[in-house]
Every structure is written in C-alpha cells, then in structure tokens.
C-alpha cells in the first residue's frame, strides 16, 4: 500500500493562504510560517502530519497528497476544516 508523508499550514481564508504560498514562492520557510499562522496542532511541529496511507486524510487532501509532486507547495485546498497549503515530503 502506498505510503505519504506531508506538512500542511491551515488557515480560514482562501486569501490568507494564497498569501502564504507567495510568502513561500519568495523564500519564507514553510515551517516557519506553519508555526506562526497554522490552526491545526501540527503548525506546532511546523506543520508535519506524519506518515499515513489513503483514506486516513479528507478526501480533498487525499486526492493532492497521493496525486502531487513531492517537495512542490500545493494549494489552496479546501475542505471542511479551511484551507489548506500542502507539501508532499515523501511517497513510496
């Protein structure tokens, strides 16, 4: 079964994330800005969700995670919790 490992900053506004994708495009690190602006617990580990298989996520985060290139900033993602930028770590 395939296998994923990605970080995500979440936040309420569609523009406030495309802001921090351009905040990332020009050199901020995601981590960085996952801490300071994220509002999921994960924004404290700089955004990591750990590893986990298909199914386990949103399917509006599933279909990125198992779809987009790795180490390449995705989104804004909506889903139920907000919106989302994504970044594929690993995939096997």
């Known amino acids: 079964m395939s296998k994923a490992s990605a970080r995500h900053i ?3 506004s569609e523009a406030q994330c495309a802001d921090l994708k351009q905040q990332i495009s020009d ?11 994220s509002s999921c617990p994960s924004g404290k580990q700089g955004g990591g969700l750990g590893e986990f298989g298909p199914g386990q996520m ?3 985060f599933d279909k990125v995670v198992f779809s987009a290139p790795v180490n390449e900033v995705q989104g804004p993602v909506k889903t139920q919790f907000g919106y989302h ?3 594929v770590t690993a995939r096997d």
């Open 58 to 60: 949103v399917p509006e």
């Open 10 to 12: 979440l936040v309420d």
């Open 27 to 37: 050199g901020a690190d995601f981590a960085d800005l996952a801490k300071q602006h």
């Open 85 to 87: 930028l994504l970044e």
